[in-house]
């Protein structure tokens, strides 16, 4: 119950923040523009509109989920309110945790806008509704949720700067760490492979959850690897929470 306050009270304040809906009004501006681009194209209108579509809820999405996740905690210090909730019979497993939801029931209502956009313009422009967008926009919001987690995890120990840098860092590395293998394999030295592949192993693999191409393109997607890649995201994300879980719980506030 006290989750869900907190969660409630985080979605709450951050619904009301300016430059949320500033990213959320481009974005959807962006979007719309698909369709003018789609225009000066022959043949090619639902997927330009599909692509650029995704590619935006995808972008944006990213970019509210780093906003929201950098200032979860150095909010809560600057306006001191973080040393009225503590002394409180509410466990800082509690706040953290509520606060991660109501992150990410922003994001829900935020990227829900957007992909609910993109679905609509696709169906006008090609006359024929394309459910699959909703899976791949679905799959894209399990990494938004590991992005969330990632900048949860930085907020808890450093500043907004240096968690939005760090967050910004795994984020790009992440989108790549499926070609780090393939690189690794260029170089005969084994301690750098080695390097390589625990890079691989320890952080998120987030090329994993874009299938939009498939979409766009309309190649069958496989049951097996959603289900696989959501299983590897939510219990990616456990791990995030419980490492900043154990960070934030050890942290000194007075």
Same mark, same amino acid.
């Given at each position: 119950m006290r989750v869900a306050a907190i969660a409630w009270n985080t979605f709450r304040e951050a619904v009301?923040?300016?430059? !949320?809906?500033? *990213? !959320?009004a481009f974005a959807l501006f962006l979007i719309g523009?698909?369709?003018?681009?789609?225009?000066l194209s022959i043949g090619q209108e639902s997927r330009i509109v599909k692509d650029l579509g995704l590619a935006s809820t995808s972008l944006f &999405? =990213?970019?509210?989920?780093?906003?929201?996740?950098? =200032?979860?905690?150095?909010k809560e210090i600057e306006r001191r309110t973080l040393y009225v909730i503590i002394p409180k019979p509410i466990s +800082?497993?509690?706040? !953290? *945790?509520?606060?991660y939801v109501g992150l990410v029931l922003t994001l829900v209502v935020t990227v829900g806008v957007m992909a609910l956009l993109v679905f609509l313009l696709s169906g006008l422009v090609d006359g024929i509704m394309a459910p699959t967008l909703f899976i791949a926009? &679905?799959?894209d919001f399990v990494a938004l949720m590991i992005i969330t987690a990632v900048a949860l995890l930085f907020s808890t120990f450093s500043t907004p700067t240096l968690s939005a840098i760090l967050t910004v860092g795994i984020v790009v590395i992440?989108?790549?760490?499926?070609?780090? =293998?393939?690189?690794?394999?260029?170089f005969a030295d084994p301690t750098f492979r080695?390097?390589?592949?625990?890079?691989?192993? =320890?952080?998120?693999?987030? &090329? +994993?959850?874009?299938?939009?191409? +498939?979409?766009?393109?309309?190649?069958? !997607?496989?049951?097996?690897? *959603?289900?696989?890649?959501?299983?590897?995201?939510?219990?990616?994300?456990?791990?995030?929470l419980l490492l900043a879980i154990t960070i934030f719980q050890r942290r000194d506030f007075r």
């Open positions: 009301r923040d300016r430059i !949320l809906y500033s *990213i !959320l523009a698909s369709v003018v681009l789609a225009g &999405g =990213t970019f509210i989920a780093i906003f929201l996740g950098i =200032t979860l905690v150095s +800082r497993l509690e706040f !953290l *945790i509520g606060k926009a &679905g799959l992440g989108r790549l760490s499926g070609d780090l =293998t393939v690189f690794a394999e260029q080695r390097l390589m592949w625990a890079m691989y192993l =320890t952080l998120p693999d987030l &090329g +994993r959850f874009q299938i939009g191409s +498939r979409v766009v393109h309309g190649l069958p !997607l496989v049951p097996a690897e *959603i289900g696989m890649a959501v299983a590897y995201g939510l219990a990616y994300i456990g791990f995030l």
